[in-house]
């Protein structure tokens, strides 16, 4: 039954496909959809804004680019869903170009009126009271009269490099002589965009640092008069090209990341004027791609307008606050977290249930005098994180730190290079992973020294070891010291970190060894049981699918009668519905207050009800050119609890969003009398009562059990001795 990657008809023309760059776009548009639903809070709202903003500048820098790459270098090919890279271009064009137009309206006509009713006022130059003109004066020049500079553009001063994403005041002057009109550009500060002119007593009063600095601007060009100006911002490609011989893959990524900030032009935005001029100054020095230029009616660049989303207080615009409950097996502070993951498995999904005890566990195993090794992986991680501090006591504390840091993690290189060389000062053994492969796994291992033996703690993740995103991201841990995952684990490390052949694997998959092939064999395990006229049935959670191989795969299922259900947030190049093909697969995709981001699988597999996790999407640089793995859930009732998860996901008719032949995605339509289901809210509701349960003075563990219907879990009070 095993599936022959070589045996599968990956010709473009006969499968049946989306274009990944637009079926991002629809992602990015179901995140704009959160900022246009008016039953959503006002801050909610212009979070989703901000949101769809950033997502679209990262867009333009990896995406975007390559396309234009391919398209200046002639590549004549044609792409798997039948576009050319010219004609994909134009696509992608029409469709930003809308999309932007609505965003902008949103924000313009309904969000910043609703604003200023709630105390929030965004001055302009020319909307600026005059009373406040004194005090922004006598600040502008004690401080910011000092710290900028004004760059003249002429014959002997050619136009400046300017940074991607930040914004730029462009001056047309006139000169004592009045002949032809000069120009110069200012940089502006690429923190505190906004200069506050009354905070407090419910009032949130701030002038823009573009709009600010024009007030005063004219105090820069002495003996010069100002005839107009406007705000412009670039982007620029972000794509790193690195060296994969280099003998130094930090200080490759170093070079890269230099590289990356001399980028080429990719999108002008303008704030619109009728003065032509300015206009034709930009677009004669500026060679950013024809078609991406964008004059904003408005303030440019949206995702500053993050933090006031977050301003303090508020609470009544903001979505409802969701903490974490604490997963009633690590309430009890008095019990050793070894002890208690020595017993059971246990699984935590956050954000719905706190993050806490990964942080703990790696805490106090830096403390613990029997523990003797510590190794990690890490992807992404905060600013000031703990996990950090806790492998630097760690190695202060003598045990043996190994971390494999991925220094390539896109946006998060400079700060990942921070850390590793940090750990290195500490006493950790750092390195870097394999070659030509991001390490994407998400693997932490402690070794401890105990009176029966030498015994291995693991924890695995669909998420970074990252606090500030556990809060925010849904994703999936597991503890476990099951020997089995333990020869795994350690095995997975000395692939990583030394010289080894890949072992028998007990229970780990990992990619890019033999991921891919074993989910060729779980789908045509279903196949082979819809073809025998059993039931067959796969449920897959995670964030894209664009995996020409796997879509044929689930391509091939369907038309064997496998029903097939894909909960993708993201990219979904599978076209859902199609007659003979894939009329047994359902997409939906969810985007609520929280980012999807947990990987599940699940197979039915002739009532053995197989469940997976996994730090792998369905994309050909997860199953081949990354470091992933995929790992079981064994234990019957986390199997339970995961599969309650995913049926309280299907029946989302919300935030559920289900996409159709034509590549848009629709609400799910109510039936009659039907409830009003919120995936997301139905699952904070779920954990938090499962580890808040009514006590009679005893204490025993939750244990999920299935009910009656097989569609949710209902709590039984009992004790867990499954354990290996």
Known sequence: MCADKRSIDTNPAKIPLFNRELSWLEFNYRVLEEALDKSNPLLERLKFISIFTSNLDEFFMVRISGIISQVRSGLSITLPSGDTPGELLNKLKERILSLVKEQHECFTNEILPELKNEGFEFYTAKTLPKIYIDQLKELFMNKHFLILTPMAIDPAHPFPFLSGKLLNLLIKLEGPDASQPLFAVIPLPSKNRFVPVVTGNKEQKYILIEEYVKLFADTLFKGYNILNTCTFRITRDAEISLDEDDVNLLSAVESGLKQRDRGYPIRLEVENTNDKELIDFLYQNIQFVKGFDFNIDGFLDLSSFFPIALTPGYEHIKGQNLPPSTSIIFKDQKKDIFSTISKQDIMLFHPFESFDPVVNFIDTAAEDPQVLAIKMTLYRTSGDSPIISALKKAADNGKQVTVIVEVRARFDEAQNITWAKQLEQSGCHVTYGVVGLKTHSKIALVVRDEEEAIKRYIHLSTGNYNDKTARIYTDI????????????????????????????????????????????????????????????????????????????????????GVDIYLIIRGMCRLKPGLKGISENIKVISIVDQFLEHSRIFYFYNAGEENIYCSSADWMERNLDKRVEILFPIESEPLKNEVKSVLKIIQKDNQKARVLKQDGKYYKVDLKENEAKVRSQRELYNYFYRKNNPQKDGTDFEFIPKASPDNQYITGEITTNNDKE
């Open 477 to 560: 841990g597991l503890f476990t010291a099951r020997k089995s995952f333990g020869m795994d684990v350690s095995a997975v490390f000395n692939l990583l970190t030394g010289y080894s052949a890949p072992p028998r694997w007990k229970k780990i998959v990992t990619a890019p060894l033999d991921l891919r092939t074993f989910f060729y064999e779980r789908i045509n395990i279903e196949k082979e049981h819809a073809l025998s006229g059993g039931k067959a049935k796969i449920v897959a959670k995670m964030n894209a699918l664009i995996d020409m191989e796997m879509i044929n795969a689930l391509y091939e299922a369907s038309k064997a």
